[in-house]
């Protein structure tokens, strides 16, 4: 049996690893590629799987530019916000009704349960207030589309414990 056939037999529910995330969608401001998100969607559509998007906010595999102004300095929240919000609105509706549900924040815990957060350049320039304020704009781009936040070592107790008090 081939790798399309046992996919097809066995599983109803698809995720995209890599290809929907910022650094493949947008490697450059204001410049969207689609295409490989697409073949994957179609995929999905033809034979009759959901397709679960993967991710919108990650603290890799997010393009420096996202990060910086023109000096090579850390952009202010607002435009950092800013940014985001122009891509998730531009990302979501591109596949709404296409991706049933969303990973909108992946992995913003720390594996060392006593920092909490994950000290990245999400966390650096907005603070903890950067995950809700994406759940906000990814709902208001989709209103019907499930959000989730994902992560990993959650069998870990503190880093369980931060992501429940973080929920």
């Not at 295409?35 to 009759?48: G, Q, R």
């Not at 102004?69 to 850390?74: I, L, P």
């Not at 979501?92 to 909490?116: L, P, Q, R, T």
């Amino acid at each position: 049996e081939d790798f399309d056939s046992m996919l097809k037999k066995h599983f109803n529910s698809i995720t995209a690893a890599n290809v929907m995330k910022p650094e493949l969608i947008q490697k450059k401001e204001g410049v969207y590629n689609f295409a490989d998100a697409d073949k994957i969607v179609n995929y999905a559509k033809e034979n009759n799987m959901k397709m679960r998007g993967h991710t919108l906010v990650w603290y890799r595999q997010t393009p420096d530019w996202w990060f910086v102004d023109e000096q090579g300095k850390n952009v202010s929240k607002e435009k950092l916000y800013e940014r985001l919000g122009t891509y998730i609105n531009k990302v979501v509706k591109h596949f709404k009704g296409k991706v049933y549900c969303w990973d909108v924040v992946n992995e913003a815990m720390s594996d060392n349960w006593k920092e909490n957060y994950r000290r990245s350049k999400w966390y650096e320039i907005c603070g903890e207030e950067y995950i809700e304020k994406a759940f906000e704009l990814a709902h208001k781009a989709d209103p019907d589309a499930l959000l989730f936040y994902n992560d990993y070592n959650l069998s870990i107790p503190g880093k369980r414990e931060n992501t429940y008090k973080m929920l």
